[in-house]
T-cell receptor
Framework: ELKVEQNPLFLSMQEGKNYTIYCNYS?????LYWYRQDPGKSLESLFV?????AVKQEGRLMASLDTKARLSTLHITAAVHDLSATYFC???????????????FGKGTKLSVKP | NAGVTQTPKFQVLKTGQSMTLQCAQD?????MSWYRQDPGMGLRLIHY???????DQGEVPNGYNVSRSTTEDFPLRLLSAAPSQTSVYFC???????????FGSGTRLTVV
């Protein structure tokens, strides 16, 4: 059974600081997703990581994937208040069909960036 | 191209009432799924479908029914609502051989 663990669950940061959110998953997967959710809103896709060693960056956010360690990280550089949101990682199975096409989510990391 | 449309956006039910949450997509996506989101729990899969006429259970299916008579629609039925079903419900879809999921805007359900 595929399980996804995120940590920390809560993160309070000061503007300008760097931090990393970790996402561990329990079984082999070839697709890892990062989403952002603002209060009362739906999920916004940030990154899709498809292979070992994949690294993607958008603005102050950078995501990486290590499939051997079953670990993904979301690194925040020089945080700003606008990054305050809840961030979810999600993992899907090895193939696209049947139950392995389902996304399994972590519990989310609530990020608060303070001036 | 409207993407994934969920209706209603908000709903209050009394315990024991039934209702259907609607999810429709116009992208010809084979895969559709329903999640519920509760504080501190992330999103948990309720039911999913890989095509018309094919549905299966996810992690938390009890109290919910689904059907998939067309590619476009994937309604979620609550037969007898309970306070434990108070949650935010999201529908998601994906083209079978692609990796991008499209999420609806959600339905906030309160059962009193």
């Amino acid at each position: 059974e595929l399980k996804v663990e995120q940590n920390p669950l809560f993160l309070s940061m000061q503007e300008g600081k760097n931090y990393t959110i970790y996402c561990n998953y329990s079984t082999t997967s070839d697709r890892l997703y990062w989403y952002r959710q603002d209060p009362g809103k739906s999920l916004e896709s940030l990154f899709v990581l498809l292979s070992n060693g994949a690294v993607k960056q958008e603005g102050r956010l950078m995501a990486s994937l290590d499939t051997k360690a079953r670990l993904s990280t979301l690194h925040i550089t020089a945080a700003v208040h606008d990054l305050s949101a809840t961030y979810f990682c999600a993992v899907a199975g090895l193939n696209y069909g049947g139950s392995q096409g389902n996304l399994i989510f972590g519990k989310g990391t609530k990020l608060s960036v303070k001036p | 191209n409207a993407g994934v449309t969920q209706t209603p956006k908000f709903q209050v039910l009394k315990t024991g009432q039934s209702m259907t949450l609607q999810c429709a997509q116009d992208m010809n996506h084979e895969y559709m799924s329903w999640y519920r989101q509760d504080p501190g729990m992330g999103l948990r899969l309720i039911h999913y479908s890989v095509g018309a006429g094919i549905t299966d259970q996810g992690e938390v299916p009890n109290g919910y029914n689904v059907s998939r008579s067309t590619t476009e629609d994937f309604p979620l039925r609550l037969l007898s609502a309970a306070p434990s079903q108070t949650s935010v419900y999201f529908c998601a879809s994906r083209l079978q051989d692609s990796y991008g999921y499209t999420f609806g805007s959600g339905t906030r359900l309160t059962v009193v």
